[in-house]
């Protein structure tokens, strides 16, 4: 792995910091199985909005939203 700095002057210590970064997620990134799905994200979840707040049949039914407020 070849990493140059394409902007900048930066310290020896922001370089290592920097490195540091890039090898612990290269890492992390090798230690998950390649079949496994990633960590689901909440906010993508449609469950969080369907799972409540469902509006409710009526003759003005159509004048609410789904979203909740």
Avoid: C, F, Q
């Avoid at 079949?35 to 003005?60: E, M």
């Amino acid at each position: 792995m070849t990493i140059r700095v394409v902007r900048g002057n930066p310290t020896p210590e922001e370089l290592a910091a920097a490195l540091a970064v890039v090898r612990a997620r290269a890492a992390a990134a090798s230690a998950v199985p390649s079949g496994a799905p990633g960590p689901r994200d909440s906010w993508a979840d449609p469950s969080r909005i369907a799972g409540h707040h469902l509006p409710k049949p009526g003759p003005a039914a159509w004048t609410r939203t789904y979203w909740p407020s």
